[in-house]
């Protein structure tokens, strides 16, 4: 039998090898922060179709850096080529194919890196102190999210941060100088749920994590430990958007954001709760995404019927 004969040419290959190293597929989840943060600066009576592009812009540049820095940090610590992939976990696999070279990787981390920080140094020019706060947190996670954070049982703590409450919190703050109670209300299950998005994401890769120097939280607390931090702060996000829905600081629509929590959170903790032990199936693992980038689309668009009817 012939051998399959590729077509890609060199600017092909490139094309795909910085898809690959950007982690295109989970770039939808940036769109869906700036939307929530937006969607809630709307309710509080600002908003900024400038604002909001930049904003998107530079987060979308900040999380391509993080991917491409990390890609490259484990392929060169070895991780890469101990991981057991998933569609969801593991790395791209992209530098062990050897599509585009880990100094590439790095160069490109970051390029994208510098367009976030001049995006964050235009808006702390036109917002003022309060931004440079959360430019510096920002620049921080993005730098030091892989040689350190990650390496000091933090790194769920600091995606949480930084693409999960800041960037909602963020994108409020950019389109009237200051951040809203919807916006506080919609930062905090953004967080939660991005901390488990990389905590349930680590479950495959405990061996290749540990041969690489991580130290996160399934590594200390162990499976059963891990998967109960998971669980739990599941739980919290449909609690906090009730709760944020009885005491005011979200309208009545935002109970569609509930919708995520009640459909797709049967797997991933019939697992945390009853099977830790066993390998997280990927279809969990895929309701744990869907579930993130649901839950935040939910929000901004539950804010934006509010506004409209």
Known sequence: MNEPV????????????ILGISRAPFLLLPITLVAAGAAASAYDDGFSWLATVLALIGLVALHVAVNAINEWSDFLRGIDQRTQRTPFSGGSGTLPAGAVSPAFALGWGLAASALGAAIGVYFILQIGASMVPIVI??????????HLFARLAVGEIAAGLGLGALPVAGTALVQQGSIGTAAIAAAVPAFLMTFNLLLLNEFPDIEADRFGGRRNLVLVFGRRGGALIYGLAALAVPVWIAGSVIIGALPLLALLALLPSLLLLRRPLAWAFRQYDE??????LGDNVIWNLGTNTLMAVALLLTILL
Do not use: F
Not at 139 to 146: C, D, E, I, K, R
């Open 6 to 17: 590729t077509t890609d040419n060199p600017e092909q290959s490139l094309a795909r090898g």
């Open 137 to 146: 947190i920002g620049a921080l996670l993005v730098l030091l999210y892989t």
């Open 279 to 284: 390998p997280v199936p990927v279809p969990a």
